[in-house]
């Protein structure tokens, strides 16, 4: 008979179920002013173009705005949500700006600068000149003899005329500063030149910025600060551009991208040779719209104007106020380039549109950029784009970093207002404005005031503290380990409760991530789980429960990561950031390290065995101790104290290092003037008891025995004063107490072993 072996099947599989939604990346978009989901074109890879820096001067800390806002916001979705982002940005180096400030440079280094060896007559006469052509174009308010120009600027309501014209305070800055200079006491040269510069280039353009036609002179200082806002974007760990356009490079593809437009209908030719945007063609044209970001400002001509650029010429030939130039036609004095139009280079806005669309093609991604660029900058290359595309929808996302005031006041480079990046990173540290911006949302206006200084330099000190603190316990852990001392592993409550703090602390930064890549809402919930597991620590330093360090390095090494995402530069052993003194790969050889260490702990042992030997009190042994281990926080570690008995081993930062020794600075100054104010007691107490004790001496007998009496009893009391007259009644009984008392103090000199008359 056969056996029907019967079949054995696995039981049912009950599959988890999804979440019923995800939660999405939302960002702030420009072009709807709402928070939208985020859907890249390519699943996965997102193309994003960021309008790069106008290269003629010093990179400030509005550029650091921008920049560092950016760069958080890409290494986000580039290593958080894991997008492979393909970053594209621009370096102008064509624009009226450059054109006039390189002019200015090269003129006043060929006319002055190599010209003058001293402050001559001929000098002085010229800066006199250069002074009144600058007040009489600028601060035509000024009316007077130049002599009396200071006392006119004490005067005059700067503020006040500041609110319509916000130049004038630039302009009064520069014309004292040349003022004190040509009638004040005549300083040296170098000062003298650098005093009278800013009024001396406008006229010296004015006279010869037309002869200055070599095309190097207008390369030369563009990529000088290109090179410049490089090296201070590495200082603020931004990252590099996948791409790096130039617009000199891109001419060719300039002067066909607008003979498209003009193709396309959108564009015309002027009779100087200067090619102009047909705004209102495009806005009447029915698949097209105008203004998309900032609709409220098309008429806006003084926005217009300044978008323009100062050097712009035949504006009267255009059909219209709002258009803008494409190809500006090229006047003595500046750089050209050839084109069927005539001689020209680019209008400044469709430089982007160019560069752009030959990385990203006929939609991008993201564009971003400053709000202030809103419009007409980035409303126009819309424009422009899609006249060239023929599409609807050039940018898909547009994302604006807020304005940046410095303690309530707008920066800007045309002002002359500003704080350069090299200066600020003088004052703060490259991770201290990193924090600034990062515990600002990057879509509003952040004031770098006071109040945000203190909470960043409080936020910053207070992570560094719980990371020395991490890697401490993490050593000492280890040291009992290589021990061969026995630690348990299991888990409790507080444990849990740490573990589950870091659950939701994970999730409260997706969350915060995915709502327009909030990095200050992320930080502050990583602040909390800071705080908490310090509680954590705190129970278990007590002997209140036993430190279980595995859930310590889980949250720390969490957060570093976070910190990592967002471009601080951290540790390889992701238990800190790096220290911003050289961080820890700083050392040298092993010698140079180990010997102050030895040297010290070898004084220590030196000093401990003279005073075993000497066989001193117990007291001089632990000073002996207190003196090492003020030593050792010298050199950058702390001992500090446990309720066991032992010391956890810390080795600090340079800025933990200097707050413990300034607090032992002040500890000590602290005992010092106690001692001292003790010292100055004892001494009022002994003089105090000196006096008493040369009273104690005389006898009752002679207490009065001086000219304010004339007669005195048998006892030695008063009986007249010093002009003969009975005492009174009731200056017996005063005098009468005194002697008593008297009488007192002298029985008990007595009973001390003094001696009586």
Known sequence: ?????????????????????????????????????????????????????????????????????????????????????????????????????????????????????????????????????????????????????????????????????????MYIAAARLAHGAIYGNQPALDKYLASIKDIAMPALDAEFGSTVTDPSIFRKLP?????????????????????????????????????????????????DGSVYFDTAKFENDSNHDYAKLQPWNKGDMSLINDGEGSLSSGQATKKNPADFALWKASKPGEPSWSSKWGDGRPGWHIECSVMASDITGETMDIHSGGVDLCFPHHDNELAQSEAYFNNKQWVNYFLHNGHLHIQGQKMSKSLKNFITIEQALKDFSSRQLRLVFALSSWDKPLDFKDSLIHEVKSFESSFSKFFTNVRALNNDYKHKI????????????????????????????????????????????????????????????????????????????????????????????????????????????????????????????????????????????????DAIRQELVNLGVSLDDRPNGSALVKFLNEQEKLQLIQQQEEKERGLAEKEKKKQQQQAANAKKEAERLAKMKVNPKDLFKNDLYSEWDESGLPTKDKAGEEVTKSMKKKLLKQYQQQEKLYQEWLKLGGEGN
């Open 1 to 169: 008979m056969t056996t029907v072996k019967k079949s054995v099947q696995q039981p049912q599989w009950h599959a988890p179920q999804p979440p019923a939604s995800k939660t999405p990346l939302k960002l702030y978009n420009s072009l709807t002013r709402t928070k939208t989901e985020f859907v890249p074109i390519v699943p996965g890879h997102i193309s994003w173009y960021c309008c790069g820096p106008t290269v003629y001067d010093h990179s400030h800390m509005g550029h650091a705005r921008n920049y560092v806002s950016s760069d958080l916001c890409r290494r986000i979705l580039q290593d958080y949500f894991g997008y492979n982002v393909k970053f594209i940005q621009n370096v102008t180096d064509i624009d009226d700006k450059i054109i006039i400030a390189a002019r200015q440079e090269y003129l006043f280094e060929e006319k002055i600068v190599s010209q003058f060896s001293s402050v001559s007559e001929q000098l002085a006469a010229n800066a006199v000149q250069y002074l009144q052509a600058y007040l009489a174009k600028n601060l035509p308010e000024f009316t007077g003899d130049i002599n009396t120009f200071v006392q006119w600027a004490d005067q005059v309501d700067v503020a006040a005329i500041a609110k319509d014209k916000p130049k004038f305070p």
């Open 482 to 625: 290589s021990e061969g001392q026995y630690v348990s592993k299991k888990v409790g409550p507080k444990e849990k409760q740490l573990y589950n703090d870091l659950s939701d602390s994970q999730t409260a930064v997706h969350l915060a991530f995915s709502d327009n890549l909030s990095t200050s809402q992320a930080l502050r919930v990583i602040q909390d789980l800071v705080t908490k597991t310090n509680t954590y620590l705190q129970e278990t330093s007590t002997g209140e429960s036993e430190l279980r360090i595995e859930v310590v390095l889980q949250v720390t090494n969490w957060i570093v990561k976070i910190l990592n995402i967002l471009g601080f530069e951290t540790r390889s052993d992701k238990l800190g950031w790096v220290d911003s003194n050289g961080g820890e790969d700083s050392a040298g050889s092993k010698e140079d390290v180990a010997l102050p260490y030895v040297k010290a702990f070898s004084q220590f042992r030196d000093n401990v065995r003279t005073l075993a030997i000497n066989k001193s009190e117990t007291s001089e042994f632990l000073k002996a101790t």
């Open 223 to 271: 990529y000088y600060w290109e090179r410049k806002f490089d090296e201070d974007m590495a200082k603020l760990n931004v990252l590099p551009s996948t791409i790096t356009t130039r617009v000199s490079e891109y001419i060719p593809d300039i002067i066909e991208y607008v003979d498209k437009i003009i193709t396309n209908g959108f564009a015309y030719v002027t009779s």
